[in-house]
């Protein structure tokens, strides 16, 4: 009885070290910034500066499938898969683009970059470029994002725009904020750019 009272208490220790160390390391991740213009009923309305962006784009084969050759490709540029074997940091969010015809992925670059200091990829495939400046509609949610659970959240999205009287510009995006074994404090968007005047 006392060696299983150990072996749960230990357990327990290690799981609680382990999810603080997930949730310190996820906080010391730069983020892309952005404004925080409207919180409207359900959604929020952000403006989101231009930054730069390494994307990938390949043929559907499956959304999980793409999206982990697409982010072993973008990984491998960042620790080193480029013309100076220059090692730059990951940021947060990762972006997945929603509604188009080839999976496409895109990380978010350091600010303190500019276009000039970047190394060329190793993989052509990759492009760098700047993001759409502009206001953007964004939904948050927490947990686990599934491929069916994603779909709700977009339609969920939609139909409060369309309540709303905003009407989405281009394609929309899931963003990724946890690495894979974060197990709390898990946190998504949905978002897609929209007309919007002060």
Known sequence: MKIMSII????????????????????????????????????EIRFYPKAIMATVSKPRQGEERGANQNFRTLAGYIFGGNKTEKKIAMTAPVYMARDTETNKMSFVLPSGYKMADLPDPNDTSIKLHYSDEGYYAALPFGGFAGESKIKRKEEELKQLLHKKGYEGVGSYNYLGYNAPWD???RENDIIVKINYTK
């Open 183 to 185: 197990i709390i404090n």
């Open 8 to 43: 749960t208490i230990v357990v327990i220790l290690f799981f609680t070290l382990f999810f603080y160390m997930s949730y310190a390391a996820n906080r010391k991740v730069e983020r892309q910034p952005y404004d925080l213009v409207k919180i409207e009923d359900g959604f």
